[in-house]
């Protein structure tokens, strides 16, 4: 189906990100900026809310204006203006929607609110403008969500248009990346840190658990989490010395078996055409490899750069609402509708 052109100017401040970018056309990035607080909230070893929501303030205006100028562009060259309306932090979410309301305001620009996950599904139809347009992902499509607070399947029919499947039981992929990393004492935030001391180990070392959770899409990591704590005080016991490296490779190496086989097993199960991997937890490299590394499915996986919070998702997404006929009034609440529709 073709839609209509338009530009779209974006926002995002669901959490520790202060972020804008335009999109045209639901696909090409014209400019992306995005200013992170990631060494601020290193030293709490994870997000202060207070903390975020003041930065945001500091950083929203200067961040717009950065993403116009560097896409050369004013606010009365962009079609309409879209904003995270959750889910996220409360009083980050109130600083990117009324810096958000204040320019459709003063533009005369319709507003358009999005929901933080959908943004990070539609990550996966973004390239950078001046290259060459990638083949877009074709429905249905069986789409994977894994960040920092939400692990779930959703096959996605058409544009705009879900099916929730199954969800965490308790906590997300991305959470017990933290927790765990936490355990073996290595770095905020836990994604990364658990990757790079992979590196080094033997994902067979330590057999910990999957919770398969069969005849359901739902997924569970807390009993993994567990099993590593566990795991970490046996070997206390024994010595100081604790093998990091086999630890943090035999933990990522349970999540990923998981996320891939329950993913294959739903996009078999609903004749999807294609798989979309999206959310922070995706720029894990064993988790890429693995399901690009399978030939059943083609599979698309945003960039590293559109993994993480990003305001150039929410303008893909906004962009599809808005050429649908999705607009909102200056009275949009931060308080997002779930499940999609």
């Known amino acids: 189906?073709?839609?209509?052109?338009?530009?779209?100017?974006?926002?995002?401040?669901s959490c520790d990100e202060t972020a804008c970018a335009v999109l045209e056309d639901g696909r090409a990035l014209l400019a992306s900026t995005v200013a992170s607080q990631m060494d601020i909230h290193a030293r709490f070893g994870g997000v202060f809310p207070e903390v975020a929501s003041r930065q945001h303030v500091l950083s929203v205006v200067p961040v717009v204006e950065q993403t116009l100028a560097n896409a050369h562009l004013t606010l009365g060259d962009v079609d309409a203006i879209a904003v995270t309306r959750g889910p996220g932090l409360a009083?980050?979410?109130?600083?990117?929607?009324?810096?958000?309301?204040?320019?459709?305001?003063?533009?005369?620009?319709?507003?358009?609110?999005?929901?933080?996950?959908?943004?990070?599904?539609?990550?996966?139809w973004i390239y950078q403008a001046g290259d060459t347009p990638p083949a877009e992902p074709k429905f249905p499509l069986m789409a994977l969500l894994v960040s920092g607070g939400h692990t779930e399947l959703n096959l996605m029919t058409r544009h705009l248009k879900y099916q929730r499947l199954g969800s965490t039981l308790d906590d997300a992929?991305?959470?017990?990346?933290?927790?765990?990393?936490?355990?073996?004492?290595?770095s905020y935030p836990g994604g990364p840190a658990i990757q790079q001391a992979a590196g080094d180990g033997n994902p067979e070392r330590f057999n910990f658990p999957r919770a398969w959770l069969d005849g359901t899409h739902n997924f569970s990591f807390s009993g993994l989490k567990t099993a590593v704590l566990r795991?970490?005080?046996?070997?206390e016991k024994k010595s100081n010395d604790l093998p990091i490296a086999d630890l943090a490779a035999s933990f990522q190496a349970a999540v990923v078996d998981v996320l891939l086989n329950k993913t294959?097993?739903?996009?078999?199960?609903?004749?999807a055409k294609e798989i979309l991997v999206a959310g922070g937890v995706s720029a894990n490299e064993a988790l890429r490899n693995a399901f690009l590394a399978q030939d059943e499915f083609a599979?698309?996986?945003p960039p590293l750069s559109l993994c993480t919070d990003n305001a150039a998702m929410i303008a893909a997404a906004g962009y599809y609402r808005f050429v649908n006929g999705h607009q909102d009034g200056?009275?949009?609440d931060v308080m997002p509708t779930w499940p999609l529709s």
């Open 1 to 13: 189906m073709n839609f209509p052109p338009a530009r779209i100017l974006a926002i995002e401040s």
């Open 91 to 124: 009083g980050s979410l109130v600083v990117g929607m009324n810096m958000a309301k204040g320019l459709s305001l003063g533009s005369g620009k319709p507003l358009v609110g999005v929901n933080h996950l959908e943004g990070h599904l539609y990550s996966g």
């Open 173 to 186: 992929a991305g959470e017990a990346f933290d927790k765990v990393a936490r355990l073996l004492g290595l």
């Open 231 to 235: 795991e970490v005080r046996t070997l």
């Open 264 to 271: 294959l097993s739903a996009a078999r199960e609903f004749n």
């Open 299 to 301: 599979v698309h996986i």
């Open 330 to 332: 200056l009275d949009l």
